[in-house]
């Protein structure tokens, strides 16, 4: 029996490193969830006009309101670790 290893068919990207600021990050996060909300509501309006399909506007909102629900569990726990924080005695 002879084993042939897997090979990827492309390389991973590798990080980059950059010298962006935390408010530009945020910032850009805010945009994608904007714009993922927006997909999704441009799916639902297509599949309402008659020109979309009913399994992408589930899809594209099955994804936004996951996105919507991580970025308020992410958003949670930043203001729960503020909060421990600022409550610390000194």
Do not use: C, H, N, W
């Amino acid at each position: 029996m002879m084993i042939v290893p897997l090979l990827p068919d492309e390389a991973a990207p590798l990080p980059q490193e950059s010298s962006k600021s935390s408010a530009s990050v945020f910032g850009r996060v805010l945009d994608e969830l904007g714009a993922t909300l927006r997909r999704a509501q441009a799916s639902e309006d297509a599949f309402a006009g008659g020109s979309g399909s009913l399994r992408a506007a589930i899809y594209d909102r099955a994804q936004a309101d996951i996105t919507v629900t991580v970025a308020v569990a992410a958003v949670s726990r930043t203001v729960q670790s503020l909060q421990a924080i600022l409550q610390m005695q000194i």
